[in-house]
Structures are given as structure tokens and as C-alpha cells.
């Protein structure tokens, strides 16, 4: 699959500190500066326009859901014995 060609240039300023742990990042995921940094950028601000994102639904399905959410916390029975459990993946 062929590459998509890249015509724009953004230009950063940033401290040495934080150049020197970002650029350690990107060569433990084995990845440029460039490509790390373009892809962490990437992912930010996709997560940014979803957190903005409306949902709009109508006033029965609002109420339902509020009288839910407003209803106090039940125990689940099967959580609580696992995290009562000794499991290895526990630290």
C-alpha cells in the first residue's frame, strides 16, 4: 500500500528535556521523532473532537438513562469476588 505524500511542515519549539524523552519514546516503539510525534498528535486530537462530540437523543431516553444513573450503586456479586481474589495479574 502506498504511502501518502506528506506536503505540510509544523514546526515545534520545545525544551531539551522534553525533546530528549520524547525522542527516547519513539525509539523504544521503534518509530522516528517524526512519526511518533505525528501519530501521539494524531491521537490527541482525535480523542479532543470526540470528547466535543453531541449526542442528542429524545427527553424519554434522557430520563431513563438519568433515572439510572441516579439509582445508588449495587454490588456485583461476581466483581467483588474478584477483586477479593488473589489473582497473579494483581499487583
Known sequence: MPGVKKSETINLRIDTETR?????????????????????????????LLDQRFIGVDAAVFDAVEGLLGE????????????????????
Open 20 to 48: 530528549e524523552i520524547i525522542a527516547r519514546a519513539a525509539a523504544v516503539s521503534g518509530k522516528s521523532l517524526t512519526a511518533f510525534m505525528t501519530e501521539a498528535a494524531f491521537y490527541s486530537a482525535q480523542k479532543e
Open 72 to 91: 445508588p450503586a449495587k454490588a456485583n456479586d461476581r466483581l467483588v469476588a474478584l477483586f477479593k481474589s488473589n489473582a497473579e495479574w494483581i499487583d
